[in-house]
């Protein structure tokens, strides 16, 4: 299934229609829910790249209201996922994985995480690429961040069956919808973490 849902994310026709549509839905939850830190993702294997709406909200964050943006690092294979402030214009280095991370090592705990979809349902559960790390950063953050998930339409699943490790995201953003989980409710932001 997961190979699936990668070929389709990979060759799915219109991208940069679906990409604008994804990019205003995101760019309103990010108004909505009023997170202080969004921690989020370098874009990989067809990923929506959502480095463009960050740097927007980040660049109209009022004088006094505090906004901070940060990509999540591997520091161990199975150890929580560390985030690292990200600026538009943040050195960068090869991080695990060959995926890209801020040279500078200036952590940040987000109260706000968009979590990349290989697949996802209705309900907020999520198909990853199956090394569990936003699973074990879910559970080891205290407080939890507010999440959101996101995908394209064509990702999504009827059915994904929940292991006792999984944790349904509290919302879906789409380039066409937004699901959001009934029992979901925003969270208080608070101030993120140095």
Same mark, same amino acid.
């Given at each position: 299934?997961?190979?699936?849902?990668?070929?389709?994310?990979?060759?799915?026709?219109?991208?940069? @229609?679906?990409? @604008?549509? %994804? /990019?205003?839905?995101?760019?309103?939850?990010?108004?909505?829910?009023? &997170?202080?830190?969004?921690?989020?993702?370098?874009?990989?294997? !067809?990923?929506?790249?959502?480095?463009?709406?960050?740097?927007?909200?980040?660049?109209? /964050?009022?004088?006094?209201? %505090?906004?901070? /943006? @940060?990509? &999540?690092?591997?520091?161990?294979?199975?150890?929580?996922?560390?985030?690292?402030?990200?600026?538009?214009?943040?050195?960068?280095? *090869? !991080?695990?994985?060959? +995926?890209?991370? &801020?040279? *500078? /090592?200036?952590?940040?705990?987000?109260?706000?995480?968009?979590?990349?979809?290989?697949?996802?349902?209705?309900? !907020?559960?999520?198909?990853?690429?199956?090394? !569990?790390?936003?699973?074990?950063?879910?559970?080891?953050?205290?407080?939890?961040?507010?999440?959101?998930?996101?995908?394209?339409?064509?990702?999504? +699943?009827?059915?994904?069956?929940?292991? @006792?490790?999984?944790?349904?995201?509290?919302?879906?953003?789409?380039?066409?919808?937004?699901?959001?989980?009934?029992?979901?409710?925003?969270?208080?932001?608070?101030? &993120?973490?140095?």
């Amino acid at each position: 299934m997961r190979k699936a849902l990668l070929d389709t994310r990979t060759t799915l026709a219109g991208r940069a @229609a679906r990409d @604008a549509a %994804l /990019a205003a839905r995101l760019a309103d939850e990010l108004t909505r829910r009023a &997170p202080r830190c969004v921690g989020f993702y370098w874009p990989i294997q !067809g990923e929506f790249d959502a480095r463009e709406v960050i740097a927007a909200w980040l660049a109209q /964050a009022s004088p006094k209201g %505090l906004r901070l /943006a @940060a990509l &999540p690092v591997v520091t161990a294979p199975a150890a929580p996922l560390v985030f690292h402030r990200w600026t538009p214009d943040a050195r960068m280095t *090869e !991080g695990r994985y060959r +995926i890209p991370v &801020p040279l *500078e /090592a200036d952590v940040l705990v987000p109260d706000l995480l968009l979590i990349p979809c290989v697949g996802f349902t209705r309900d !907020g559960l999520r198909l990853g690429y199956g090394g !569990g790390f936003y699973d074990r950063t879910l559970h080891s953050m205290s407080p939890a961040p507010q999440t959101l998930g996101i995908a394209y339409d064509a990702l999504e +699943i009827d059915g994904l069956t929940a292991e @006792a490790h999984d944790l349904a995201l509290d919302v879906i953003v789409t380039e066409s919808t937004t699901f959001a989980r009934a029992d979901a409710n925003p969270r208080e932001s608070g101030p &993120p973490s140095p």
